[in-house]
Structure formats: structure tokens, C-alpha cells
């Protein structure tokens, strides 16, 4: 039996009317999960003037929102809990993305290979790893290996020695000095090469330790040496560069796949923004902290080449050796990460 032709027509009608309220529906819902809150921590200030991270995470935030409907809200200063927790936070999705530095090696071992002492001569050799194929191919790996996208990588800088007896230029300098270091193996192992003796102190503990002798050697940025005033207990510096700092821009992958195409390239290009606001305000920091510190009385000793290649071949291997034996198969990123300091040198 055939349908009245006008009644025909109100079906046909009812039917258009019920398929553009299902895709009104349909774009609500899109629309909805695509305007998501993306909650972005680290443990740094947020004074964007003095802060790295706290740069970084302006920038992101700024540039995010200007070019897509999401929201970034910034939880600075360590509000989220410590640099652990935070990336516990990301894998777990309660916080989406984290700037983190040195405690990501404990869920991605690789990473460590980084911190191996005297490894990058400066920051543009830094940053050509860093952005390039290792840097490329370190992110895919430790994405593998903790569900952790790497958007972007930003630095902590390059760390330097200061102490309160004498000038350091060589490693013969150092022995039987009482060094303040990071309760890290592989902080360790680089004191114990240099000759000194390492103390395992912590944080909030170290400037009543070098005002009272307890420790006689420190090692840190020239941003955290100026900015905690460690000259009023420290007369030399030695800018050896022993250390280079690799921040690390991570966000949940799933978080990160759960948004628009249009949505990921957006986060995407303020993450590297973002990285490398953050090396230029350290790097800014860093050269007017010298300058400052100067003037607050340091003695400030530059180790000339054949110096540091002895600091270098002190410190290294005992460095390589333990990795070699914590890593197992990932050792095999030693090895990788030299190539590409050595292909990025040519270069500088």
C-alpha cells in the first residue's frame, strides 16, 4: 500500500529534520570533548623573567588558546607535587602535560645518557642533538616506554662548579675536596672520578652545610648559584659546563590523541616555542648571573681546551661504565647520543 503523498512528505520531513538534530547533536558532542582543559605543571617559579619552565608554560598557555578553543591551566612552583609526581600525574592523565627535567630518567632510563658529564661543548651542540634525529629518536623511544609524548625539549643549562678554598682548573684541583652532590649514582660516579669526595646532602640543607664547612664544593646552574646566593659561601666558581640539563615537554598521548588534527598541530608548534623560550631565558639568565656574580666578589676561572679535556677524561668513563651496566640493552644510546654530538660539533 502506497503512502498518501503528503503524508510522504511529513515523513520525508520528520526523517531530514531527525538527521540534523542527531548531527547538530553529534557536532555539540565533538565540540564539547574538542574545548578540553589541558592542566600543565612543573616545579619552577613562575616568574616568566627568572624562570625557564615558568616562561615556557606562559608561552604554551598564550599561544594554545589564541589558536584553538582549548584551555591550558598552569600549575607552577610545584603546586602538583615534585618533578615524580607530576610525571605520574601525566602518565595517570591527571595532569596532561609536564615540564620536566633529571627525575624522568627513572621512568625512561635512556634518558640518562643526557647527563653524562662533558658530553655537549655548548648549547647550539645542545640544541642540534636535542631537535635532531637522537632527540627525534630518544622521544619515540621513552613514548614506548612510559605513554609519554615528547613535544618539545627546553634546558635546565649547563651546570658549574663552585667551591670555597681555591681555584679549580684541573682535576687534580678537586682532590680531597668535600663536594656537595645530588644523591645520584651518576652524580656520584663523576665526583668520585674528579677526585673529590662526594656527600650526599639535600636540598633545603646546603647553604647551612657550605656556611659551616660541612661541604666545600657545590655544582648547579648560574641561575640557581646566583639566585640562592651561594656566594656569600663560595669565593671561586669554575665555569667547566660539566653537565648539560635537558628539559623534557611531555604530554599524556592520550590526551594528546583524543584532540582535533588541527588541535595537535597547534600544541605542537607552542611546545617548541615554548622550549625554546625557555633555553633563551636561561641562557639570558645564565649570562647576566655571571656578570652578577662577579661583581659579588667570585673569582671566575674559564678551563681552556686542553683543561676540560682532562676534567673529560677523568669524569666520563666511570659515568659510561656504570650506565653501560644499569641500561643493559639501552646502553646502546651511549653510543648514539656521542655520534650525534660529534656530527652536531662539526657544525660549531
Request: net charge negative; glycine share 8%.
Amino acid at each position: 500500500m502506497s503512502l498518501h503523498p503528503l503524508f510522504a512528505l511529513k515523513q520525508t520531513s520528520m526523517k531530514r529534520t531527525l538527521a540534523a538534530a542527531v548531527a547538530a547533536t553529534t557536532l555539540v558532542a565533538a565540540a564539547a570533548a574538542s574545548a578540553q582543559t589541558l592542566r600543565f605543571a612543573h616545579v619552577d617559579p613562575d616568574d616568566w623573567t627568572t624562570s625557564k619552565k615558568g616562561a615556557a608554560g606562559q608561552v604554551f598557555k598564550n599561544l594554545v588558546e589564541a589558536e584553538t578553543d582549548l584551555t591550558v591551566e598552569l600549575y607552577p612552583a610545584g603546586a602538583l607535587g615534585g618533578e615524580t609526581e607530576l610525571i605520574e600525574g601525566a602518565q595517570d592523565g591527571t595532569i596532561s602535560i609536564a615540564m620536566v627535567s633529571g627525575a624522568y630518567a627513572n621512568f625512561c632510563p635512556a634518558v640518562a645518557v643526557t647527563d653524562i658529564p662533558y658530553t655537549f661543548p655548548s648549547a647550539p651542540v645542545a640544541w642540534q642533538v636535542m631537535d635532531g634525529e637522537f632527540g627525534t629518536a630518544l622521544a619515540e623511544h621513552c613514548l614506548q616506554e612510559t605513554g609519554l609524548r615528547t613535544l618539545a625539549y627546553g634546558e635546565t643549562g649547563f651546570r658549574h662548579f663552585t667551591n670555597s678554598v681555591r681555584p679549580i682548573n684541573t682535576p687534580e684541583d678537586m682532590e680531597g675536596l668535600k663536594f656537595r652532590v645530588q644523591t645520584i649514582p651518576l652524580y656520584l660516579e663523576m665526583v668520585e672520578g674528579l677526585g673529590a669526595e662526594p656527600q650526599g646532602i639535600a636540598w633545603g640543607e646546603v647553604p647551612t652545610a657550605l656556611a659551616t664547612g660541612v661541604v666545600d664544593v657545590q655544582e648547579n646552574p648560574i641561575s640557581v648559584i646566583y639566585g640562592n646566593n651561594f656566594y656569600e659561601f663560595q669565593d671561586y666558581l669554575t665555569l667547566d659546563r660539566h653537565v648539560y640539563g635537558v628539559d623534557h615537554l611531555l604530554i599524556n598521548d592520550e590526551i594528546f590523541q583524543s584532540l582535533t588534527e588541527e588541535e595537535q598541530a597547534a600544541v605542537k608548534r607552542a611546545a617548541v616555542v615554548a622550549g625554546t623560550t625557555g633555553r633563551a631565558i636561561q641562557q639570558f639568565n645564565s649570562a647576566e648571573g655571571i656578570t652578577k656574580l662577579e661583581e659579588e666578589g667570585m673569582e671566575i676561572t674559564q678551563p681552556n681546551a686542553e683543561q676540560m679535556e682532562a676534567f673529560r677524561e677523568a669524569a666520563q668513563p666511570p659515568v659510561q661504565a656504570y650506565l653501560t651496566e644499569e641500561l643493559g640493552d639501552d646502553a646502546e644510546w651511549i653510543e648514539r647520543l656521542s655520534s650525534a654530538v660529534e656530527e652536531a660539533s662539526a657544525r660549531f
